[in-house]
């Protein structure tokens, strides 16, 4: 079973966690001149990559917290995680 560390909780089964998408993606500038192309590929296109990856991931099942985590998308290994507004190396 693999386990999460939330950065709030600490160590917990994947069961209580949601994924929630790549935490890569920048949104466009606010009140700022988008194309439909630039508003498109930030709503739907996404890369599906291979080794470490920044994610989104949801404490769904504890404290409801959005935070990082840096994992192997062929080994599911996770390396780090972070608050959503923390850094991660
Ligand atoms: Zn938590």
Redesign the pocket.
């Known amino acids: 079973m693999l386990h999460i560390k939330?950065p709030?909780?600490g160590i917990r089964s994947q069961k209580e966690f949601a994924y929630g998408g790549d935490a890569t993606v920048k949104r466009p500038k606010l009140n700022s001149e988008v194309s439909d192309k630039e508003w498109d590929d930030f709503v739907y296109m996404r890369k599906s990559p291979r080794g470490k990856h920044t994610e989104l991931w949801h404490?769904i099942s504890?404290?409801r917290?959005w935070f990082k985590a840096q994992r192997d998308t062929t080994t599911h290994e996770i390396f780090e995680t972070a608050k959503i507004n923390e850094e991660i190396k």
């Open positions: 939330c709030y909780c404490h504890g404290c917290q």
